[in-house]
C-alpha cells in the first residue's frame, strides 16, 4: 500500500461547479497537509496548508482533514476555467532532517468546462 | 514567487554525458530539495540538504549526487546520463522551523537522447 493516494481522474467539470478533491494515507504519523496546485508546464504552486485536524478556508478553497480516517480533501466552490490544473496533496510528519520530508500524491488533473 | 531560480530551464544532452542542474535560491532558507516528476509516478525525492555541506539521500538518488558550498545554491548532478533520466527535474525550499511546506522553482526539463 502507497503511504499517499490520490484518485488519478482526469476530472472535468462544468464552470460553477463545486469540486471534491480527495487523498488518503496509511502512516498515522503525519501531521501537516497540503495541497498543491500545478498548471501545464509550471512548479507546484502551494494552496494550501493544514495542520492537524479540522478544516481550512480561503476564498474559494476549502481543506479539510480528518486524521481518524487519515482522509484529506479539497473543496472548490464555484469552480472556474482558472481553476484547470493538476492538484497534488504532499504531507509530512514533521520533525528534522529526513522527518521534515514531504510525501506527494501522484497528483489529479482538473479541467474545468465554460 | 519564493525567490527560487533554475538553470538551465531546457536541456538536451546525449547518452553518457554528466549534466549539472543548478538550483538558487535569494531568501537564506536552510532545506533545499531536488525531485523529479515523471507520468504516472507524481514527486519523488532525488536528494535534499539540511545546510551547507549537510545532504541526505531522498528515495530514486541512484545515478544523481548534490553539492551545497553556498547557502543559496544546490546543485544537482548526473555524472553520467542515460535516458532513464528524462525528466522535469523541480528544486525546493523550505524555512527552517515548525512550519513544513515547501515552496517550488519554476522546473528544468531535460532530454537525454
Known sequence: QKEVEQDPGPLSVPEGAIVSLNCTYSNSAFQYFMWYRQYSRKGPELLMYTYSSGNKEDGRFTAQVDKSSKYISLFIRDSQPSDSATYLCAMSSGGAGANSKLTFGKGITLSVRP | ?113
Request: a neutral charge; one cysteine or more.
Open chain 2, 1 to 113: 514567487d519564493a525567490g527560487i531560480t533554475q538553470s538551465p530551464r531546457h536541456k538536451v544532452t546525449e547518452t553518457g554525458t554528466p549534466v549539472t542542474l543548478r538550483c538558487h535560491q535569494t531568501e537564506n532558507h536552510r532545506y533545499m530539495y531536488w525531485y523529479r516528476q515523471d507520468p504516472g509516478h507524481g514527486l519523488r525525492l532525488i536528494h535534499y540538504s539540511y545546510g551547507v555541506k549537510d545532504t541526505d539521500k531522498g528515495e530514486v538518488s541512484d545515478g544523481y549526487s548534490v553539492s551545497r558550498s553556498k547557502t543559496e545554491d544546490f546543485l544537482l548532478t548526473l555524472e553520467s546520463a542515460t535516458s532513464s533520466q528524462t525528466s522535469v527535474y523541480f528544486c525546493a525550499i523550505r524555512q527552517a522551523g515548525a512550519s513544513y511546506e515547501q515552496y517550488f522553482g519554476p522546473g528544468t526539463r531535460l532530454t537525454v537522447t
